[in-house]
Every structure is written in structure tokens, then in C-alpha cells.
């Protein structure tokens, strides 16, 4: 092997003049470069963040348009055929949820060490679970400090209100039953435009002195994709895909290419994101009816959710990422902006995944980390549902003057947390999950008809709210990979060092670096520091 290392600080064949400064300070060899003037700093770093522009534009201009044509006084026809490139963007997003979560999932299941798989969803879930936590907590404490439910006549009424969307009560328990039972769907195509349900008869039963009403419970395929069942199949299906060995390569590549041709789709459909969401917000603008009765009547309620939003989004969710890894939590935000413009304009966790994947990725997140974690966090993490329908449960209780003592307090806690994680198997929502909240702690489920008044701008927060902490999940998971690699490698190079100096015999050798020895030590100093990949190609 020939030796290129520099000796007596000199270079060879000629080199030394590239090395040689020159009085401008550029090394020779190379034309003096002219300084970049603000225009161009300008130019380029607008080139670089176009798609985030554009984003931030389609909302604002989305707004404006919005509010101007509301005074037009258009019809419900003419709505729907305003909104027409919105509801394309949403479409073009839900049709490649299914091929984007099942392909991406199999082939990170298929490329981890089931080991190492384990460790990554048991941090995944942990993380998950505390923010979700932190944000029940934050719901309760801002609806206890705003009291949105405090009012000092009446109830608040909505005109043209009724009761016709507020989901069917259901037991706790029966919730919970559909969830594990939409975890195991019987039938894998049917899971991909329906979910199972719950329902219930009323049957009269003849008792001993009066008539009772029992409820008798009954499964019902209902509309809406059981994305909680194809994840916990692809899952499974990916780590039994490496079991095989070399019998699965070949499906597992099949999947390797076909998720990155999805993603190659992903891409097309990022540039006309701006577009369909600027459409979005100003056909739901146009769609708003009594803004100011509706803002007047439930002005506190929604304050409480925004405040709350706020808090865990902009300093919970930044503090927890910057403790950690001692990193800016508001550029890697900023690298974000579009899939969260995109989760405010769509108000789908889902529908907003395919974004966040590209551009979380982006951001330095690694493909395995990044198309394992994101899916089951769309899935199971709900941040923004959680926080919300703590404030809403404390709302309703304060509208009925009911006190709630600290054991119902937990219980929501408790409640909203756990049902959150089942929200995308649930049909209905972060709604229905509200009405099990309710049953927990013996509150009226009428008054869900208030919340769907202004679920419209509620859930959008609560949308950007829920990617947000699947984004910081899948960066601090990034983080913990790379620093248990860099461990990994440090020990390896301690071992083989005291495999270098194992005998002990003789004198105790020199202390040395890659660094030294180019700047022409003897050529017989051991190279037993120099086993990183960069140190060893600069004496080989």
C-alpha cells in the first residue's frame, strides 16, 4: 500500500501550490469566487423553502378569498363546485394512504433486527403515550382556568342546531372490545373502506314489577378505513417477510420499490398541495354561517382548545425535543411547515402522512425510522384529540354545574389518553371517543351537538397538533438510533485497541493521532487509533 501522508510538512508531485495561500485568502488552484450580493442570498434561500412559501401563501390567500366570497351569498351548489380543487388535493392524499402505510411498514418491518424493532415501537409508544398525557393535562388545566362552560344565563343555543350527529352512546367496554377487534380484521380488502362497530337494539324486557329497556349489543360494518388493522398487519407480515431468509428477498424488494415509487408520487402531489389547500380553507370560510353568534356563544371553549394547542405544540412538544438532544426545535418546525399547512387544510392525521414522510426526511430522518414510526403514530397518537376532548369534557360538566371531584379528573386523564391510541380504528372519531370520555364520569351526551358546531376549526388545530408530535417522535427516535450507533462504535474501537496492546510485554507505546502522524511522525507509529472510516483513508 503506498503511504500519501505528508512528511517534513511538505506535499509531493507538485501539489504544493494548491496548499500555498494566496493573499485573498482562497488556496491556489482555485479562482476567487465574488461575494454573494443580498439579491442572490435572497434568490437562493427562496428557491430552497419555494414549497414552504407556497404553502404559507395558499393558506393566507385562502383566508382572503374565503372572506371575500362570503358576501357573494353562493349556494350550496355553487360551494361544491368552488371547493373542487380541495376536495382533489384530498383525494389524491387519501389514494395513496393504504399502498403508503402497508408497503412502508412491511419493508421497515422486514429491514430491522426484530430486536432492535421491538426497542424502536417500545420508545415510539412510550414517547406517544407521555405527550398524550401532557396534553390531557394541559386540556384540563385550560379548561379549569378559561371555565368556557361558565355562562351567566342559558345554555348556549345554536340555531339550526340538532342532535342528528352526535354518535350513539356506547358502554366503555364495548368501545374498547371494537378497538382489539379492529386490531384483527377478519377481512384484510374489506379493512381498507370499513371498520367494525359496535350498535345496539332496544329490547323491552318484562321484569317482576315494572318494564325495562335493556340495551343488546350488536357488530355492525360501518364506513371508514380500519387503518389500525392494516397496520398491525403489515407490521407482523414484514417481520415474518425476515423470518424467510432469502425466500422473502424478493417480496421484500417488491415492497422497497413499490413504497418508493409511492413516495416518487408523494413528490408530484407536494406541488399542487398549495393549491388544493388554499381552496380548502376558503370553501370552509364560505361554508361558516352566524360567525359571530357562534363565536360569541362558544368563543371560551374554543380559546381553551387553541390556548392548549398552543402550549403543548409551541413550548411542551420544542422543550421535550431540545432537552434532549440539544437541538433548534423551531428549524426543524420550520422544515415541517407544509405537511402541517397541509394537516390544517385536510384535518386528516392520514391524509397529511404522505407529506410528513418526505418531508420529515428531509429533515435528516432516516427512511427506516421515518416509514416504521410515522404510520403507527398517525395511528395511535392523537395529541390534539386528547387535549380537546379533555377541555370538552370539562366544558359539559360546566354547562350541567356538575363538579367534578379528583377521581373524575383522573378518569378523564386516563380516559381520553387510552381512547385516544384507538381514535383511527374508532368509526366517528375524536368525537365518539368524546362520548366514551362522557359515559366514564356519568355526563350528558347531548351537548355534543355544541362541539360539533365548531368542530370544524377545532379539529384542524388538533390535526396540526397530532403530526407535530408524530414528526418530533420520529426525529428523537432518529436521535436515539444515531447515538446508540455512535456508542456502538466507540466501544468497538476500545476493544480493538486493547486487542493492539493486548500482551502488555515491553515499554508502553506513544500516545499518537491520524493527525500527527500527517504531519510527518516516524511512519512505525501504530495506527491503532486510526479505525474510523475517515482516519483510515487518510493513511491509506
Not at 175 to 184: A, E, G, T, V, Y
Not at 191 to 210: I, M, P, R
Not at 382 to 409: E, K, P, T
Amino acid at each position: 500500500m503506498a503511504e500519501i501522508a505528508i512528511e517534513d510538512g511538505k506535499a509531493s508531485n507538485g501539489d504544493a501550490h494548491l496548499q500555498e495561500p494566496l493573499a485573498n485568502g482562497q488556496p491556489g488552484g482555485q479562482p476567487s469566487k465574488a461575494p454573494e450580493t443580498t439579491g442572490e442570498k435572497l434568490k437562493r434561500i427562496a428557491l430552497a423553502n419555494l414549497l414552504v412559501i407556497l404553502t404559507v401563501a395558499g393558506v393566507i390567500i385562502g383566508v382572503l378569498i374565503g372572506l371575500g366570497v362570503r358576501s357573494a351569498g353562493l349556494s350550496k351548489i355553487q360551494i361544491i363546485y368552488f371547493g373542487f380543487p380541495g376536495e382533489l388535493l384530498i383525494r389524491l392524499l387519501k389514494m395513496i394512504i393504504i399502498p403508503l402505510v402497508v408497503c412502508s411498514l412491511v419493508s421497515g418491518a422486514a429491514s430491522i433486527d426484530p430486536k432492535a424493532l421491538g426497542k424502536l415501537g417500545g420508545w415510539a409508544m412510550l414517547f406517544f403515550l407521555v405527550t398524550t398525557l401532557i396534553a390531557s393535562t394541559i386540556g384540563v388545566i385550560m379548561a379549569f382556568l378559561i371555565k368556557p362552560g361558565v355562562v351567566a344565563g342559558d345554555k348556549p343555543f345554536i340555531a339550526g342546531l340538532d342532535e342528528g350527529g352526535v354518535p350513539q352512546a356506547k358502554e366503555v367496554i364495548d368501545s374498547f372490545l371494537d378497538l382489539i377487534r379492529n386490531i384483527f380484521p377478519s377481512n384484510l380488502v374489506a379493512a381498507a373502506f370499513q371498520s367494525y362497530a359496535t350498535h345496539y337494539n332496544l329490547k323491552e324486557v318484562n321484569g317482576t314489577f315494572n318494564l325495562t329497556v335493556a340495551k343488546i349489543p350488536y357488530g355492525k360494518e360501518v364506513d371508514g378505513m380500519n387503518i389500525l388493522g392494516l397496520v398491525v398487519f403489515a407490521i407482523v407480515f414484514g417481520i415474518a417477510l425476515r423470518k424467510l431468509g432469502e425466500e422473502g428477498e424478493i417480496l421484500i424488494k417488491f415492497f422497497n420499490s413499490f413504497n418508493e415509487a409511492t413516495m416518487v408520487l408523494v413528490s408530484w402531489i407536494m406541488w399542487y398541495a398549495p393549491l388544493g389547500i388554499m381552496f380548502l380553507v376558503a370553501e370552509k370560510i364560505v361554508e361558516m354561517e352566524d360567525v359571530g353568534v357562534l363565536f360569541a356563544s362558544l368563543g371560551k371553549y374554543i380559546a381553551a382548545c387553541m390556548v392548549g394547542h398552543f402550549v403543548h405544540g409551541m413550548l411542551v412538544l420544542p422543550a421535550i425535543y431540545f432537552i434532549i438532544t440539544r437541538k433548534n426545535p423551531y428549524s426543524f418546525l420550520l422544515g415541517i411547515v407544509t405537511a402541517l399547512a397541509t394537516a390544517f387544510g385536510t384535518s386528516s392525521s392520514s391524509a397529511t402522512l404522505p407529506l410528513m414522510m418526505r418531508c420529515v426526511e428531509d429533515q435528516g430522518v432516516s427512511k427506516h425510522i421515518s416509514r416504521f414510526i410515522l404510520p403507527i403514530g398517525a395511528t395511535v397518537n392523537m395529541d390534539g384529540a386528547a387535549c380537546f376532548q379533555c377541555v370538552a369534557a370539562v366544558f359539559i360538566a360546566q354547562l350541567n354545574n356538575v363538579s367534578l371531584n379528583f377521581i373524575q379528573v383522573i378518569t378523564i386523564l386516563v380516559t381520553a389518553t387510552a381512547s385516544s391510541v384507538g381514535a383511527a380504528g374508532i368509526p366517528a372519531g375524536g368525537v365518539l371517543t368524546l362520548a366514551i370520555i362522557l359515559e366514564a364520569v356519568s355526563l350528558p351526551t347531548n351537548d355534543i351537538s355544541l362541539i360539533l358546531a365548531v368542530d370544524w376549526l377545532v379539529d384542524r388545530t388538533c390535526t396540526v397538533l397530532n403530526v407535530e408530535g408524530d414528526a418530533f417522535g420520529a426525529a428523537l427516535l432518529q436521535f436515539f438510533v444515531d447515538r446508540t450507533a455512535a456508542k456502538e462504535d466507540q466501544t468497538g474501537q476500545l476493544t480493538e485497541v486493547r486487542l493492539d496492546d493486548g500482551d502488555g510485554d515491553g515499554p508502553a507505546k506513544p500516545e499518537n493521532s491520524p493527525l500527527i502522524e500527517k504531519r510527518g511522525l516516524p511512519a512505525d507509529t501504530p495506527p491503532a487509533y486510526a479505525t474510523n472510516t475517515h482516519d483510515m483513508e487518510s493513511v491509506m
